[in-house]
């Protein structure tokens, strides 16, 4: 049982263009919400998080969304570069310390085309 | 700067052998895990550890063991491997739990298994 869903699986953007990727959960005990971005032959790495007490996270281009009451998170990309070329995952876990388990989505595969 | 090393990045194997994956982590970091990436499923935990000596299944454990003699060595076992085990594995580590300190997980770069 996949409990964060994730969309679309893959995403093809234009140079300065915005990337948008989605993530549904059912479990409503997550507290913690990372993206983590992985580039070919790389293992991912953190990208940027958001806990449920704030709707809106920014860091330089990435943006998380964050819709409690439907479930829902997104990352944006704003201004996208091909350099922003990678899988993208979305993770979920119970409590923001690493003694919790992180439940990831599926992935998506973002091409941002030059 | 934080280093988690997976020895072997690519390895095929035959049905039935023994296969061994190898992670070490420089960061004296307690908890480390081991996750399966395929297409289309992301990343599934299959076993962590958070001490020397002890082990937890994660959500797909069956067909596989760890090992933990070593704080800093995590091990991941396929006993005897299968054509569904061909897959990419992730080994990860975290620093132990502190309350309202959000501990980064760090990944290896992989070791990408072909069983025949």
């Known amino acids: 049982q996949q409990q964060v869903k994730q969309s679309p699986q893959s995403l093809i953007v234009q140079k300065g263009g915005i990337s948008i990727i989605n993530c549904a959960y059912e479990?409503?005990?997550?507290?913690?919400f990372p993206w983590y971005q992985q580039f070919p032959g790389k293992g991912p790495a953190l990208l940027i998080a958001?806990?449920?007490?704030?709707s809106e996270k920014k860091e330089g281009r990435f943006t998380i969304s964050f819709n409690k009451s439907a479930k829902q998170f997104s990352l944006h990309i704003m201004d996208s570069q091909p350099g922003d070329s990678a899988t993208y995952f979305c993770?979920?876990?119970?409590?923001?310390?690493?003694?919790?388990?992180?439940?990831f989505g599926e992935g998506t595969q973002l091409t941002v085309n030059p | 700067d934080v280093k988690v090393t997976q020895s072997s990045r690519y390895l095929v194997k035959r049905t039935g052998e023994k296969v061994f994956l190898e992670c070490v982590q420089d960061?004296?970091?307690?908890?480390m895990f081991w996750y399966r990436q395929d297409p289309g499923l992301g990343l599934r935990l299959i076993y962590f550890?958070?001490?020397?000596?002890?082990?937890e299944k994660g959500d797909i454990p069956e067909g596989y063991s760890v090992s933990r003699e070593k704080k800093e060595r995590f091990s991941l076992i396929l006993e005897s491997a299968s054509t569904n085990q061909t897959s990419m594995y992730l080994c990860?580590?975290?620093?132990?739990?502190?309350?309202?300190?959000?501990?980064?997980?760090?990944f290896g770069e992989g070791s990408w298994l072909t069983v025949v």
């Open positions: 958001i806990r449920p007490d704030v």
């Open positions: 550890s958070y001490d020397v000596k002890m082990k």
């Open positions: 479990n409503t005990a997550f507290d913690y």
């Open positions: 993770a979920a876990k119970i409590g923001e310390t690493s003694g919790s388990r992180l439940t």
């Open positions: 990860a580590s975290t620093q132990m739990d502190r309350p309202s300190s959000g501990n980064t997980i760090y």
């Open positions: 960061m004296d970091h307690e908890n």
